[in-house]
């Protein structure tokens, strides 16, 4: 650990901030910041700031990272809040996660059923034909660019997909190919074999299976599974060290910091 204490003009005078670097562990590179009472009392948010000082000192624009007060950040605050509410009184957003598939009308024969006052009269009726709707051909390639973003907004990498996965359709790329298979995973509970007939390779158009991704027939070989099993167990290894090592960083940061406090306690 790397430590800087540091005068804070911002708060009142005998304040120190404190920042401490970590320079091993999962979290190496990032550091946390702690601020010190002139008793010697830390804290480790800006909640327990406020719960401490009281009305005594403003900490409405007080950035705890820098231990600056910005006024910028007041504002930006007002106007975030102003805009929640201006969306609330709008709506809420749409959260569903359904796929943009396209139910077109149906121009199948639908069940019909004749309300008379009869006691011999019989209700027929085909649930799943009246559930069952048309889907466009190659409507996954309008999955096309869209890319999936963590919270920092950087694009993650995409997936490699087995050589043995070839697309089926006019210009079938490996990213068409990947939206296909993740959009049949997600959307049917049948299971996913590809496209068993072999006509459709001559005419994809006419003798294209919907319910199944755009991509030629494949089998999973008992060598797949073992190789994607021994894929698992070393991502879990290398998941428990880093794991083990963030704790020992953590008990060991806490023993320092609580032999600070002791020290400055006496």
């Known amino acids: 650990m790397e430590r800087k204490r540091m005068d804070c003009p911002a708060l009142p005078p005998g304040w120190k901030k404190e920042e401490v670097i970590r320079k091993s562990g999962l979290s190496a590179g990032k550091s946390d910041v702690y601020y010190y009472s002139p008793t010697g009392k830390k804290f480790r948010s800006k909640p327990q700031l406020s719960r401490y000082l009281g009305n005594t000192v403003d900490l409405g624009c007080f950035d705890f990272r820098t231990g600056k007060m910005m006024p910028s950040k007041l504002q930006k605050n007002k106007q975030r809040l102003r805009n929640d509410n201006l969306s609330q009184t709008k709506g809420k957003p749409d959260l569903n996660t359904a796929l943009p598939i396209r139910q077109t009308a149906s121009i199948f024969k639908q069940p019909v059923t004749k309300v008379v006052n009869h006691p011999s009269n019989k209700v ?5 034909r009246a559930t069952e709707q048309p889907r466009q051909l190659f409507w996954e390639k309008r999955l096309k660019g869209l890319r999936s973003c963590d919270v920092t907004e950087e694009v993650l990498k995409t997936m490699e997909l087995p050589k043995g996965l070839q697309g089926v359709g006019p210009d079938t790329t490996d990213e068409t190919l990947l939206s296909a298979i993740a959009s049949a995973l997600h959307t049917s509970s049948s299971p996913i074999t590809g496209q068993t007939c072999n006509a459709v390779e001559k ?5 294209l299976n919907t319910s199944q991704p755009l991509c030629k027939a494949f089998i999973v070989t008992d060598d797949d599974i073992r190789k994607q099993e021994e894929r ?3 991502v879990r290894k290398k998941l428990e060290e880093a794991l083990m090592a963030d704790g020992l960083a953590r008990a060991a940061e806490s023993t320092q910091d609580m032999s600070i406090e002791n020290k400055a306690n006496t």
């Open 124 to 128: 027929k009726s085909d649930p799943q």
């Open 203 to 207: 005419n994809p158009a006419v003798w």
């Open 232 to 234: 698992v167990q070393q």
